[in-house]
């Protein structure tokens, strides 16, 4: 799952969050993260121990490796999950036109530019294509 903020707002982000959880744990919170890296080493890959108990944090998919990437849309639970030493993240994979009409639009348009580009005469655009990555950030 890929982050969709700029590096310095994820910092602050990330900065916000562990603010949060030392002030909500107290003592207990270096315990608490241990705890749950001792579980996520003691149980294989898709176990339900290895991840957040709480809600899934809703994605969309990354258009050029579906079902291997995606992109986050509410970054603050992959940082806060992260922080407590969780090593999955549950994800809820949803649509992007549902998510913004112009998200849905901008995607649809990225993936007819490269097929135009791959037909015919525009393989060297292809190849320039293939080497850029479509990027979602927050205004």
């Known amino acids: 799952v890929s982050f969709t903020l700029a590096p310095d707002d994820l910092k602050i982000m990330q900065e916000s969050e562990w603010a949060a959880l030392v002030l ?6 270096n315990t608490f993260i ?6 996520a080493r003691s149980w294989g890959p898709g176990s339900i121990v ?3 108990p709480t809600r899934a944090v809703p994605v969309i998919a990354d258009l ?3 079902g291997a990437k995606f992109w986050a849309l509410e970054n603050n639970g992959i940082v806060r999950w992260g922080q407590q030493g969780y090593v999955d993240v549950r ?7 549902s998510v913004n009409p112009r998200v849905g639009d901008a995607l649809h348009r ?5 097929l135009r580009a791959a037909r015919g005469d525009g393989r060297k655009v292809a190849h320039k294509l293939r080497k850029l990555t479509v ?5």
């Open 24 to 29: 909500f744990r107290g003592d207990t919170l």
């Open 34 to 39: 241990e705890t749950n890296k001792k579980l």
């Open 50 to 52: 290895r991840a957040s």
């Open 64 to 66: 050029e490796h579906p």
């Open 91 to 97: 994800i809820r994979l949803m649509d992007p036109k």
């Open 110 to 114: 990225w993936q007819q530019l490269r």
């Open 135 to 139: 990027s979602f950030m927050y205004p």
